[in-house]
């Protein structure tokens, strides 16, 4: 089982910023790609960033240029750094991640509990 822990949500004005955590933890062998998704009330749930194990990163548009993501490999933890932040990036925010409890076992997605974000105007 893998367990991820998020932290750093909660609310701020437009134009501020936040800085989301998630430490994965748990019977882990290796950790792939890390991301975070969002879903506001009455929309689907989208993907806000991704990396990759290699670091490759790609963004949704609308997080292009105000959100960075990053990773700490030997922490097993992804960053959202959010900038800028607007009130339609309220949401709950899920960290994810793919990882293995067995080398050359199952590739599981593992996702976090959600984190609230709100941003007024």
């Known amino acids: 089982q893998v367990q991820l822990v998020e932290s750093g949500g909660g609310l701020v004005q437009a134009g501020g910023s936040l800085r989301l955590s998630c430490a994965a933890s748990?019977?882990?062998?290796?950790?792939?790609?890390m991301g975070w998704h969002r879903q506001a009330p009455g929309k689907q749930r989208e993907m806000v960033a991704h990396?990759?194990?290699?670091?490759?990163?790609v963004y949704a548009d609308s997080a292009k240029g105000r959100f960075t993501i990053s990773r700490d490999y030997a922490k097993n933890t992804v960053y959202l750094q959010m900038n800028r932040l607007k009130p339609e990036d309220t949401a709950v925010y899920y960290c994810?991640?793919?990882?293995?409890?067995?080398?050359?076992?199952?590739?599981?997605?593992?996702w976090g509990q959600g984190t609230q974000v709100t941003v007024s105007s």
């Open positions: 748990g019977n882990i062998f290796s950790i792939s790609d």
């Open positions: 990396i990759t194990r290699g670091g490759g990163i």
């Open positions: 994810s991640t793919l990882a293995e409890t067995t080398r050359g076992g199952y590739l599981g997605n593992y």
